[in-house]
T-cell receptor, first 113, second 111 residues
Framework: GAGVSQSPSNKVTEKGKDVELRCDPISGHTALYWYRQSLGQGLEFLIYFQGNSAPDKSGLPSDRFSAERTGGSVSTLTIQRTQQEDSAVYLC???????????FGDGTRLSIL | GQQVMQIPQYQHVQEGEDFTTYCNSSTTLSNIQWYKQRPGGHPVFLIQLVKSGEVKKQKRLTFQFGEAKKNSSLHITATQTTDVGTYFCAGRGENFNKFYFGSGTKLNVKP
């Protein structure tokens, strides 16, 4: 497809488990963003990738969160030792160049039991 | 740190009434974007404002960027039920490439 693809769409896991969320951006988009959206809330910035530059990790809430972007394309967001407060929808967005309109995926709804 | 505040949090209107949501930043923005998120959906880009004092229109929607580039508004004239959703502003700082999203205004339109 031509849009941003995220997987899985839903993930339910037990507290303390690790989870990995995947984002496949639009081909050719150099900028990739991860956001977290709690129920009924706004979007919380997590991390930003631009090409081969060092990512801006300033939004990651704790050292349990990490993200990679391989080959300037697919990105994975990993949450280690999940906590109940990690439950949210994790949204990925990409844009052709930084500052341009962001195209969002459908998100991964993460539920921690 | 940089923040973008958005009000109101909720707005309930009768179909045909007007609607406005406002965003304010603690610091000057290089640009601001507006997104709409339908219930159960993901944010969809509406428009981007870059210039000081800029005004853009999309049919019944009017977007403004303040002279100081610290505030912005979205005004919808004569709302329709298809306007239902949450409207977010997203401000980009002058020295950074990341965006700070407002908390959103959830619009409900009664037919």
């Amino acid at each position: 497809g031509a849009g941003v693809s995220q997987s899985p769409s839903n993930k339910v896991t037990e507290k303390g488990k690790d989870v990995e969320l995947r984002c496949d951006p639009i081909s050719g988009h150099t900028a990739l963003y991860w956001y977290r959206q709690s129920l009924g809330q706004g979007l919380e910035f997590l991390i930003y990738f631009q090409g081969n530059s060092a990512p801006d990790k300033s939004g990651l809430p704790s050292d349990r969160f990490s993200a990679e972007r391989t080959g300037g394309s697919v990105s994975t967001l990993t949450i280690q030792r999940t906590q109940q407060e990690d439950s949210a929808v994790y949204l990925c967005a990409s844009s052709p160049i930084p500052g341009q309109p962001q195209h969002f995926g459908d998100g991964t709804r993460l539920s921690i039991l | 740190g940089q923040q973008v505040m958005q009000i109101p949090q909720y707005q309930h209107v009768q179909e045909g009434e007007d609607f406005t949501t406002y965003c304010n930043s603690s610091t000057t923005l290089s640009n601001i974007q507006w997104y709409k998120q339908r219930p159960g959906g993901h944010p969809v880009f509406l428009i981007q404002l870059v210039k000081s004092g800029e005004v853009k229109k999309q049919k019944r929607l009017t977007f403004q960027f303040g002279e100081a580039k610290k505030n912005s508004s979205l005004h919808i004239t004569a709302t329709q039920t298809t306007d239902v959703g949450t409207y977010f502003c997203a401000g980009r700082g002058e020295n950074f490439n990341k965006f700070y999203f407002g908390s959103g205004t959830k619009l409900n339109v009664k037919p």
